[in-house]
Nanobody, 121 residues
């Protein structure tokens, strides 16, 4: 299985920025679609962003224009640049990998343990 480890979470004030990173341990990283999801207390896991091996991207409505996903196949990493953060962005953020181009969390095969992002007002 692909091992994924997120990093970069923390506490930031409203309007600030954070950059999350996800490192993969598998040589086959380049063959997977990558996604970012988040889950706030009491809420379902929410789609944030996804990116294909060819560079296509897609974003959830709540983060469009503020977040940006990218990947470095040579380094086997995927990143999520988060700008203009607000308190509603507070959640645990998860990196995911899968073989299906989808916004649905259940269709991804591999998951990291998550990293906490807290936005204060």
């Amino acid at each position: 299985q692909v091992q994924l480890v997120e990093s970069g979470g923390g506490l930031v004030q409203s309007g600030g920025s954070l950059r999350l990173s996800c490192a993969a341990s598998q040589r086959t990283f380049n063959w997977y679609y990558m996604g970012w999801f988040r889950q706030a207390p009491g809420k379902e896991r929410e789609f944030v962003a996804r990116m294909s091996t060819g560079g296509s991207t897609d974003y959830g409505d709540s983060v469009k224009g503020r977040f940006s996903i990218s990947r470095d196949n040579a380094k086997k990493t995927v990143t999520l640049q988060m700008n203009s953060l607000n308190t509603e962005d507070t959640a645990v953020y998860y990196c995911a990998a899968g073989s299906i181009w989808s916004r649905e969390a259940g269709l991804y095969d591999y998951w990291g343990q998550g990293t906490q992002v807290t936005v204060s007002s």
